[in-house]
Nanobody, 120 residues
Framework: QVQVVESGGGLVQPGGSLRLSCAAS????????VSWYRQAPGKERELVAS????????NYADSVKGRFTISRVNAKKTVYLQMNSLKYEDTALYYC?????????????WGQGTQVTVSS
């Protein structure tokens, strides 16, 4: 079964850090591009960061550049999002997604996400 499972969210004070994890299964993770998205209450889901299958190219939303880092460990079939210098506006439900090839390109279904709350 193709799926991704996010974890690592929590409550953190402004300026703090969290590391999110996304465990993948059911497809060839090493050859997939991966991304993190987030959705805040009342707002549309937005792309936060993405990483190519080789890990050689990344892309970040302007709002998180210099604070967030996306990375992957293919042996663990896991993608991470290191979030530093967190701000109130980073509060959201965070999701990961992978785009993999199996005869044609597919995207993994949305998982349940992991909640990040930045509050004092």
């Amino acid at each position: 079964q193709v799926q991704v499972v996010e974890s690592g969210g929590g409550l953190v004070q402004p300026g703090g850090s969290l590391r999110l994890s996304c465990a993948a299964s059911g497809f060839t993770f090493s050859s997939s591009a991966v991304s993190w998205y987030r959705q805040a209450p009342g707002k549309e889901r937005e792309l936060v960061a993405s990483l190519t299958s080789s890990g050689g190219s990344t892309n970040y939303a302007d709002s998180v550049k210099g604070r967030f880092t996306i990375s992957r460990v293919n042996a663990k079939k896991t993608v991470y999002l290191q979030m530093n210098s967190l701000k109130y506006e980073d509060t959201a439900l965070y999701y990961c997604k992978a785009r993999y090839y199996s005869g044609q390109y597919y995207s993994t279904p949305w998982g349940q996400g992991t909640q990040v709350t930045v509050s004092s």
